[in-house]
């Protein structure tokens, strides 16, 4: 556990270290919110449970997230979700009808993503070549994947481990040649988590991602990619903007659910019907503090902004 004296320390520090370090602690805290979600635990009783006196814990949070808990908890509350989802219906509308005919665009970073073909996702990868690395970031240690033809893979490490991640993602490209190379997609990383005062180029080209799914998974992660920064969705209706009815956004939840490349397809924007946020591949905590940081369009106080690039 971190020590009061800890926090000191971790102020002094900069970059996606820091913020990687802060993500764990925060995590850590989400993990208690999630189990005690319904009872709206206190300052006191989330700090005691990360053994940080309250002035610290709210200090290291806030600096974080750039809420208080209190707040943080308000903001993600069934309420407040039911409130959202009324408010963006009109702008999710526009953006879908947008999205889905256009490059998508996440933070002002755009990006412009491919599907492999019918035969190239039964071949398994086979012929491909894909570096891989990880690497610190500010929702946790994070696992690159690419290809020659863009981004194939973005996920997180959690409680399996770097193998057991490394397994999930490797699982979708069995046949390809999967070469362990942190330098080569380091780069990448660095596209997408840009560190404060850094400038990406006007000029630079989209973020080119490389889809492995069915037809309908790329159907359904095109749409993701039309919802706004800091807008929830429902499972039912990215289904309607699809054009599907009944218990479609069960399928639409299953597609949501294996989606490759988080964070960038941004599956963390949908929850359930109810207002419930639902599950998320890498953890609730971590989809929490994704939502958090987007709802108040904050960068992570020490790095992990994501910039322009196009």
């Not at 053994?51 to 709210?58: D, E, G, I, K, V």
């Not at 009808?97 to 490059?103: E, Q």
Request: one cysteine or more.
């Amino acid at each position: 556990m971190l020590l009061d004296g800890e926090t000191v320390q971790a102020d002094r520090a900069d970059g996606i270290d820091t913020a990687n370090g802060d993500y764990r602690r925060v995590a850590d805290a989400l993990s208690y919110v999630v189990a005690n979600f319904e009872d709206q635990p206190s300052l006191d009783e989330i700090a005691g449970h990360v053994s940080l006196s309250p002035f610290h814990f709210q200090r290291l949070f806030t600096r974080w997230v750039g809420l208080s808990p209190k707040k943080f908890l308000q903001a993600l509350s069934l309420e407040e979700a039911k409130r959202r989802l009324e408010e963006h219906g009109s702008v999710l509308d526009a953006a879908f009808d947008a999205g889905l005919s256009g490059p998508g665009r996440l933070h002002d970073l755009f990006v412009a993503h491919e599907a492999l073909t019918p035969g190239e996702y039964k071949a398994l990868g086979k012929g491909l070549e894909i570096r891989y690395g990880f690497h610190e970031g500010p929702f946790g240690q994070t696992l690159v994947m690419q290809a020659d033809r863009g981004l194939c893979g973005l996920a997180f490490v959690d409680e399996r481990g770097e193998q057991g991640c490394f397994d999930d993602m490797a699982a979708r490209f069995s046949l390809a040649n999967l070469v362990p190379d942190p330098e080569a997609t380091a780069p990448t990383m660095a596209r997408i988590f840009v560190r404060p005062g850094e400038k990406v180029p006007s000029d630079a080209a989209p973020l080119r991602l490389l889809l492995k799914g069915t037809s309908f998974q790329i159907k359904v992660w095109q749409a993701l990619l039309a919802i706004p920064p800091g807008t929830l969705t429902t499972y039912g209706t990215v289904a309607g903007a699809l054009g599907m009815k009944g218990a479609a956004a069960r399928a639409v939840g299953t597609a949501v659910g294996a989606n490759p490349i988080s964070w960038l397809i941004p599956c963390h924007r949908v929850i359930r019907n109810s207002g419930m946020l639902g599950g998320y591949r890498w953890g609730l905590p971590r989809k929490l503090a994704m939502m958090g940081w987007e709802r108040n369009d904050l960068p992570a106080p020490d790095g992990g902004r994501l910039r322009a690039v196009a």
